[in-house]
């Protein structure tokens, strides 16, 4: 049995969805690649609105099912951003993390010195506190884990290294990084690197890592870059350790969600199902996710919409081939 079931409602959200927000969202070019977090018993999704300048916004939707999101009418305004120092031409592809009696959102963040990793803190998603954009030269697919480890936060990165001459910075690990207080980050190690020649020759992480009994189920995206005219994203899953997730308990020989829907497959960029934000419905007393607790997957399709396909934690655990 797949361990990920695409809803028929797909894609769940479209640039029909989004109002328009004068001056610079009229008729948006694309939506996806949405941060989620369950904030009480709304489901909230972080959007990525490009506009036909291809300018990023980023945009709340709520819903109360999970399935059908209503767009705020006002894009996330994170003050500050025009003063760290540099222009930052976008920020984009948002990963939403509750910690700390709130929610954290990560960001990339393109700077004229490559791509940064912002962070801010929001309570109610409509003010937001900017910690930083952190130090690192090049790093992209930042997420805070939703748990403090003897008072550090962690965060899974990937340093950019730009493999191909002439392509955009991409990279092939998936590293720890440390911090005291969100807003100084100090590189830890390596978690695990991309598989040349297979389905995840460069990787990123996800959606924030989901805490169970069996250890950190982390959902990635892989790259596989060997078809000559076409990357294909794809997603798959690995478990880290709970103690110590620079050790891989785990990780799927194959994909678990792959391009195969038109809407996946045509686009603004083709070929790409990209996982970014997972809600996981039911945890035990102690909040650790169950074999049998409910999630729902949200991920960009094609650079243009954004799609959910549901499952359990303990499907997707058995994806898991133990390292
Ligand atoms: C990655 C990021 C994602 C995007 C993906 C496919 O490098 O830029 O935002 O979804 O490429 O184009």
Redesign the pocket.
């Known amino acids: 049995m797949r361990p990920l079931v695409r809803s028929a409602d797909n894609p769940i959200l479209t640039t029909m969805d989004i109002p328009p927000m004068p001056p610079d969202i009229r008729d948006p070019s694309s939506v ?2 949405p941060g989620a977090v369950r904030w009480g018993d709304r489901y909230m999704l972080m959007l ?1 609105v490009q506009t036909r300048g291809r300018r990023t916004r980023l945009v709340m939707a709520e819903s109360g099912n999970g399935r059908e999101f209503t767009v705020w009418r006002e894009p996330v305004h994170i003050p500050g951003l025009d003063s760290v120092g540099e222009t930052v031409h976008h920020v ?2 948002p990963r939403l993390t509750a910690l700390d009696d709130g929610f954290v959102v990560m960001f ?1 963040a393109d700077t004229e010195s490559g791509c940064r990793l912002g962070t801010a803190r929001t309570r109610d998603f409509r003010t937001f506190e900017l910690l930083g954009l952190g130090e690192h030269p090049d790093i ?1 697919n930042g997420v805070v884990f939703p748990a403090r480890f003897g008072g550090s936060y962690l965060r899974l990165d990937r340093p950019n290294r730009s493999l191909e001459p002439g392509e ?1 910075p ?1 990279g092939d690990a998936i590293c720890v990084s440390e911090s005291p207080d969100l807003v100084n980050w100090e590189p830890r190690g390596e978690v695990m690197r991309g598989r040349p020649r297979y389905w995840d020759e460069r990787i990123g992480a996800g959606p924030p890592p989901v805490r169970t009994r069996h250890g950190w189920l982390l959902v990635y995206h892989g790259i596989a870059t060997h078809f000559g005219s076409v ?1 294909i ?1 794809q997603a798959g899953v690995a478990l880290l350790d709970l103690e110590d997730p620079l050790r891989v308990v785990g990780r799927s020989r194959d994909n678990v969600l792959e391009p195969r829907k038109m809407y996946e497959l045509v686009g603004q ?1 083709p070929n ?1 199902v ?1 996982p970014s934000g997972m809600i996981v419905d039911d945890v035990d007393d102690e909040g650790f996710a169950t074999d049998e607790s409910k999630l729902r997957l949200y991920y ?1 399709a094609a ?1 243009s919409t954004v799609c959910l396909a549901t499952g359990t934690v303990g499907g997707l655990l058995s994806a898991v081939d133990r390292a």
């Open positions: 996806f690649n990525r984009y592809d990339a992209r955009p991409s990357n994203y960029v790409v990209f960009g650079d």
